[in-house]
């Protein structure tokens, strides 16, 4: 059943099958143990007789330990639901996420509730029975702020994102409709603030007697069966606890629309949507590479007298992004994974469910592409291009993001990455490097792009990123050898008559510079036979 048409109810079982499922229940019994057992050779073992504070903190690490497995597996579980459909756990600690990933959910949630608990002990401080109540209303409210910060994370999978609540809560009421963000936000108090309220009334006054006569025997010194019961019913509590806390966390993954695609309102199924949902090879072809034939005008740009730097240079227009059309959303069918979809991605770190999930997702929007449905294809591969994500291992999302919506922070990180040394990077930008202000670029990056341009022949790539660059950067340390590579490539464009004055003015100007006899080389061979 897809996701985003489930009840509430359908989802609140879904997400008690995951909770209870033998991969997920394994940590919740893990952590329950790791602080038991801390509490008991803190009372019994070791740790007893330590100072107080060298306890407490023994707890506290015992605490944060489990809090931290607990927040993994979480993360990892709400991560598979949203970006796959499926209940279908991992009995792994992480397998949809790396642990760079985990660790923002982690911090972001973790930060969230320090800020909520350091507030609380200020707000509250000395106001009695009213402080009690703002402690509640604070509890509340970020319990109503579960289901956005959920969302938050695995829209945009960064922890200062999962900070950002007022536009968390924003786009999750967009997402999901006030109502049925109200209704789960509801359902999530209810389910925290209840079931612990109801497990109190049973202990209280349903097993009142046997509670207060087994703690009698555990706190009389005698090893006896009170006491083994007593730690085995603090281990039941600590685990319905996690229980309670998974499911706030992991019940909305089921309610927020698909990472696929928005499912038509109707909720019809065509077979033309089934054929189009198919996982096929990518619809966007490479752009044509441009003749280097061309000699490019415009001597000065290479001229490094003063006069010529102060000239200014018209930067070439930018061209525009593509539009994007709305259409009706579309539901997908469901198909196997095409693992010829990952054909640009370096899949080595990759877990085979990730690389499933990846595969599912660039035919998901391949689908959305040939509907039209830009905008829908355009926040699915957001999912996978963006800043936590290595460029390398997830290059066909960015690929098919960076010619839907060329945006200029996109265009830095594919920058920098092609800077690096990722071909696939390069050919990617390549017609934009060739026709942007290189004054707009990185300085650091214009001499390695350079060079990748120079050894798949771009020619004119290397005049366009080396132009003006003694105006843009006088003093840089890459200024020699980017104009020894423009010099390059006017010789090898048939501009030998340029490439031989710029090439003596460098001589002439850096003479004790690492590259000087190779200059003298070059200018050499275009002095006897007109070629490098």
């Known amino acids: 059943m897809n996701r985003s048409v489930l009840t509430l109810p359908e989802a609140m079982l879904r997400t008690l099958r995951v909770i209870l499922s033998a991969g997920n229940m394994r940590y919740i019994f893990i952590n329950a143990g790791i602080v038991m057992l801390t509490f008991i050779a803190i009372a019994h073992g070791p740790f007893r007789g330590m100072g107080f504070d060298t306890m407490r903190i023994i707890m506290y690490l015992a605490l944060l330990a489990a809090g931290l497995i607990f927040l993994n597996k979480t993360a990892d579980n709400i991560a598979s639901i949203y970006n796959n459909g499926t209940d279908d756990i991992s009995s792994s600690l992480r397998n949809e996420l790396s642990s760079r990933e985990a660790g923002q959910f982690c911090a972001g949630y973790i930060a969230l509730g320090a800020f909520i608990s350091v507030f609380d002990n200020f707000a509250t401080d000395g106001l009695g029975d009213t402080g009690d109540y703002i402690s509640i209303a604070l509890n509340v409210f970020f319990l109503f702020l579960t289901p956005a910060i959920t969302l938050r994370f695995l829209t945009q999978g960064s922890a200062t994102s999962m900070l950002n609540v007022p536009v968390g809560l924003s786009a999750a009421l967009v997402e999901m409709g006030p109502v049925r963000y109200l209704a789960t936000a509801g359902i999530i108090l209810v389910v925290s603030y209840g079931v612990p309220y109801l497990i109190y009334l049973l202990l209280r006054y349903g097993f009142g007697n046997l509670i207060f006569r087994l703690l009698s025997y555990a706190f009389s010194g005698s090893f006896s069966l009170g006491l083994l019961m007593t730690y085995i019913l603090a281990i039941i509590v600590m685990i319905l606890l996690q229980i309670i806390q998974s499911f706030s966390l992991t019940f909305p993954a089921y309610l927020y629309p698909s990472s696929a ?38 001597n000065p740009d290479y001229d490094l007298s003063p006069a010529a730097s102060r000239q200014q240079q018209t930067p070439p227009a930018q061209p525009a992004a593509p ?43 391949d689908a959305l592409i040939r509907r039209g449905d830009n905008l829908s294809a355009i926040a699915l591969l957001k999912t996978y291009a963006n800043e936590q994500r290595d460029i390398a291992a997830y290059f066909p999302a960015y690929a098919r993001l960076y010619r839907l919506d060329p945006q200029p922070a996109l265009l830095a990180r594919l920058i920098h990455s092609a800077a690096a040394g990722h071909r696939p990077s390069y050919d990617l930008i390549h017609d934009t490097l060739e026709h942007s202000n290189p004054a707009t670029l990185p300085a650091d990056s214009i001499l390695p792009l350079a060079q990748q341009a120079g050894k798949q022949q771009h020619y004119r790539t290397v005049l366009n990123l080396t132009r003006n660059f003694a105006k843009n950067h006088p003093n ?14 006017l010789a090898k464009t048939g501009a030998a008559d340029k490439a031989l004055p710029l090439l003596q003015q460098l001589h002439t100007r850096y003479p004790d510079h690492p590259r000087a006899a190779t200059i003298a080389q070059a200018i050499a061979r275009l002095q006897g036979s007109g070629q490098t």
């Open 476 to 489: 840089h340390p890459h200024l020699v050898e980017n104009y020894y590579l423009a010099a390059l490539a």
């Open 261 to 298: 695609v928005n499912e038509d309102k109707n909720g019809t199924f065509t077979d033309h949507d089934a054929d189009a949902a198919q996982p096929q090879s990518t619809p966007l072809q490479p752009r044509p590479v441009t003749s280097t034939n061309n000699v490019r005008c415009g």
């Open 323 to 365: 539009s994007l059309h709305k259409t009706p959303p579309t539901q997908p069918a469901a198909a196997e994974p095409d693992f010829r979809l990952l054909a640009d991605a370096d899949t080595r770190d990759m877990g085979i469910e990730t690389q499933k999930a990846f595969a599912l997702t660039l035919a998901r929007a």
